[in-house]
């Protein structure tokens, strides 16, 4: 355990000298300024924050997707093709715990820029005139947990290929999971015949699900479109996508672990 820890600081200082994880943060915060800004325009405090809210949402789904596939896709492959995690590896580190401290550290970078953006989205919301809006902080959870998921995947390919295939990787394992949310609506709502149910349950069930905060349920329910919340339509038949049972939570924190165990079976069979 204490081996762990110190890789975890190691990589701690890392993560705090790279100029991506600034460059991704720093962009992150302004978008979310401008989404303030432009919010301040509209009339009302319904609308207003409808618009903090929709903004702030396709902030967390873009950014937060391309902070989770740059984190998670870089985890390995540089350090293995230069030597370093060979030398971390003869200096007494194992495998799997430089797997965990990497993948650990990386989870909890990604999670303070989340906390970033949502402390100036919820910083606006005060200036809107709202004040604390729980909502949000709900929706900046759900897509911590989202954008967690596609960086462990990322990061399991990246400890057997290439940056490149295992940022792609990461985007496939976010849209699945959502696919199958969205799948799983559907079906609930009979806009896909029951006979297709063998098709859907057994994925939904087995494989990783996307969370869906009541911030979103909400804004499909109130027509409130965004990048984040399309309107969603199947077989010609509009379907609204509720807000995920804390068994999904569950469920798809435990394939997070799944994720890391299988990243240390990968680097296990990596030349480093």
């Known amino acids: 355990m204490s081996a762990l820890v110190s890789l975890a600081r190691a990589e701690d200082v890392l993560a705090l000298r790279s100029r991506l994880v600034w460059l991704i943060a720093a962009a992150g915060a302004a978008w979310a300024?401008?989404?303030?800004?432009?919010?301040?325009?509209?009339?009302?405090?319904?609308?207003?924050?409808?618009?903090?809210q929709a903004g702030g949402a396709s902030l967390l789904l873009l950014?937060?997707?391309?902070?989770?596939?740059?984190?998670g896709a870089t985890a390995f492959p540089r350090d293995a093709h230069s030597g370093y995690l060979g030398l971390l590896q003869v200096a007494g580190a194992g495998r799997a715990g430089i797997a965990v401290a990497r993948v650990l550290t990386r989870l909890a970078t990604l999670a303070a820029i989340m906390l970033?953006?949502?402390a100036v989205l919820e910083i606006g919301s005060v200036t809107l005139?709202?004040?604390y809006d729980p909502l949000l902080t709900g929706h900046a959870?759900?897509?911590?947990l989202n954008t967690g998921l596609a960086l462990c995947a990322?990061?399991?390919?990246?400890?057997l290929i290439g940056s490149v295939a295992a940022g792609v990787f990461g985007v496939m394992a976010y849209v699945a999971?959502?696919?199958?949310?969205?799948?799983?609506?559907?079906?609930?709502?009979?806009?896909?015949?029951?006979?297709?149910?063998?098709?859907?349950?057994?994925?939904?069930?087995?494989?990783p699900r996307s969370i869906v905060s009541p911030m979103m349920e909400d804004h499909q329910r109130r027509g409130i479109t965004s990048l984040a919340a399309p309107h969603l339509e199947?077989?010609?038949?509009?379907?609204i996508v509720p807000a995920s049972h804390w068994l999904s939570v569950v469920w798809t924190l435990v394939w997070l672990v799944a994720l890391m165990w299988l990243t240390t079976v990968g680097l296990g069979r990596r030349q480093l």
């Not at 950014?63 to 984190?71: K, R």
């Not at 199947?234 to 379907?239: E, T």
Request: aromatic share 6%.
């Open 63 to 71: 950014g937060g997707l391309a902070a989770a596939v740059a984190l």
């Open 141 to 144: 959870l759900a897509m911590t």
């Open 129 to 131: 005139g709202w004040g």
């Open 177 to 207: 999971a959502q696919a199958l949310v969205n799948l799983k609506a559907a079906l609930d709502q009979h806009a896909i015949a029951a006979s297709q149910s063998h098709l859907i349950t057994p994925f939904y069930v087995a494989l």
């Open 234 to 239: 199947v077989n010609n038949l509009p379907v």
């Open 154 to 159: 990322a990061a399991l390919m990246a400890s």
């Open 33 to 52: 300024t401008v989404i303030v800004v432009l919010a301040h325009g509209r009339d009302g405090v319904i609308a207003r924050q409808d618009a903090l």
């Open 116 to 118: 970033l953006w949502w």
